[in-house]
Antibody, heavy 122, light 111 residues
Framework: EVQLVESGGGLIQPGGSLRLSCAAS????????MTWVRQAPGKGLEWVSI???????YYADSVKGRFTISRDYSKNTLYLQMNSLRAEDTAVYYC????????????????WGQGTLVTVSS | QSALTQPASVSGSPGQSITISCTGT?????????VSWYQQHPGKAPKLMIY???NRPSGVSTRFSGSKSDNTASLTISGLQAEDEADYYC???????????FGGGTKVSVL
């Protein structure tokens, strides 16, 4: 069974840093693309970042230069390093796995974690 | 403001069919057959319901179907059930970015 468990969220002051983790089981994090999606309180969804099986990464303009996506094969874990945090980064952050055996140009995601809340406030 | 436009709310009675629209431009919805739909119940993670306009992932009910015409994609829920009450988000590939864009979401209410 595929399972994704996020951790690392919490309350952080503006300008601070946090690292989110997404522990995966039932599959290998490097076997498909993996994404981070966030949702501000009471708001809609926003794509944050993606990492491909080959290692390529992309970011939303709103986080480019501040966030870094990565993965650890030995721990089968996806990460999101978040620096220079701003109030507008406050959201629930979800990690999600790409749809297996999908070879189109989009990035539908089929398995999601439960989310971890990041609150940026002084 | 979201890149894709969805109605804020849609409602229907049990057993009825409803359709949620998702309007973009020729740079996203209209230019590619890469629209996905996600269902999200309160306090829960989203769930993929449709990808590539009209494909259903394994396990998704056949009551959910997707289509597209020009710059507008649509999600139809037939035989509406109480469990279908949730927020629905469309997402589309866009040539303006590697990452897709979401719609603002539609709250579906079952009367």
């Amino acid at each position: 069974e595929v399972q994704l468990v996020e951790s690392g969220g919490g309350l952080i002051q503006p300008g601070g840093s946090l690292r989110l983790s997404c522990a995966a089981s039932g599959f290998t994090v490097s076997s498909n693309y993996m994404t981070w999606v966030r949702q501000a309180p009471g708001k809609g969804l926003e794509w944050v970042s993606i990492i491909y099986s080959g290692g390529g990464t992309y970011y939303a303009d709103s986080v480019k230069g501040r966030f870094t996506i990565s993965r650890d094969y030995s721990k089968n874990t996806l990460y999101l390093q978040m620096n220079s945090l701003r109030a507008e980064d406050t959201a629930v952050y979800y990690c999600a796995r790409g749809l297996p055996s999908y070879y189109g140009s989009a990035h539908p995601v089929d398995d999601w974690g439960q989310g971890t809340l990041v609150t940026v406030s002084s | 403001q979201s890149a894709l436009t969805q109605p804020a709310s849609v409602s229907g009675s049990p057993g009825q069919s409803i359709t949620i629209s998702c309007t973009g431009t020729s740079s996203d919805v209209g230019g590619y057959n890469y629209v996905s739909w996600y269902q999200q119940h309160p306090g829960k993670a989203p769930k993929l319901m449709i990808y590539d306009v009209s494909n259903r992932p394994s396990g998704v009910s056949t009551r959910f179907s997707g289509s597209k015409s020009d710059n507008t994609a649509s999600l139809t829920i037939s035989g509406l059930q109480a469990e279908d009450e949730a927020d629905y988000y469309c997402s589309s590939y866009t040539r303006r970015s590697t990452l897709e864009v979401f719609g603002g979401g539609t709250k579906v209410s079952v009367l």
